[in-house]
């Protein structure tokens, strides 16, 4: 009796262990960068399109992702922060090891291996080969929303916001160009390997593709 109800406990320790072992790798942790910008609107499409969000601010919990978002925000004001809690060597480090990264907007510009016009001691991190020229589109007020065609994403097109957004001014070998702003023909969407980068703002609209794009890159390599 004592026997066969402590077998019956361990059997549903194991049972919920499974099942939670199924859950987390079916949810992978995805970090946003949680410094400056458009944090909570990333978590939220984050958890809309299936994974566990994380807000990143310390390098442990960098360690702890399998993907990370950098948001849109202010870049040169991210970039301060990052120096200040610490964050680029590990930053450059897992995105050089194939960690997935997603940037939109200061987000592109921080993972671009090249800025045109950085301001005075701003640095890119890179991961992307690629050459932004920032607030290229004009200032706030040149904010305008778009409908694009996304390469890899399906069912018509995509509904995208500009926010004193940068664009693409030159691309690597290696850099598949996803979007281009027919407006002025300039590329604003651009994949390399499991990095991601859009020029427009994705977590501003209710439309999860984009990020659903994201996810699978993470679920692919995780
Ligand atoms: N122009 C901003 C920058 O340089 C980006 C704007 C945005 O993320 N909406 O970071």
Known sequence: ?????????????????????????????????????????????????????????????????????????????????????????????????????????AGMILLADQICDPASGQQALGGIDITVRRNAFGRQVDSFERDLDVRGIAGGPYRAVFIRAPWVEAVGPGVDVLAIEPGTSRIVAVRQGPVLATAFHPELTPDRRVHQMFVEIVRERS
Do not use: Y
């Not at 910008?37 to 969000?53: K, M, N, T, Y």
């Not at 390098?59 to 399998?66: N, S």
């Not at 590990?90 to 907007?105: H, T, Y």
């Open 1 to 105: 009796m004592v026997t066969g109800s402590a077998a019956q406990g361990s059997a549903a320790q194991g049972s919920a262990a499974k099942a939670s072992a199924v859950t987390s790798q079916a949810m992978p942790p995805v970090g946003v960068l949680a410094l400056q910008g458009d944090v909570a609107e990333h978590l939220r499409a984050l958890r809309d399109s299936g994974v566990r969000p994380v807000a990143v601010r310390r390098p442990e919990e960098l360690d702890r992702v399998d993907g990370l978002v950098i948001p849109g925000g202010e870049s040169t004001t991210i970039w301060k922060l990052i120096e200040v809690f610490g964050l680029a060597e590990q930053l450059r480090k897992r995105v050089a090891d194939g960690m997935p990264a997603f940037g939109s907007c």
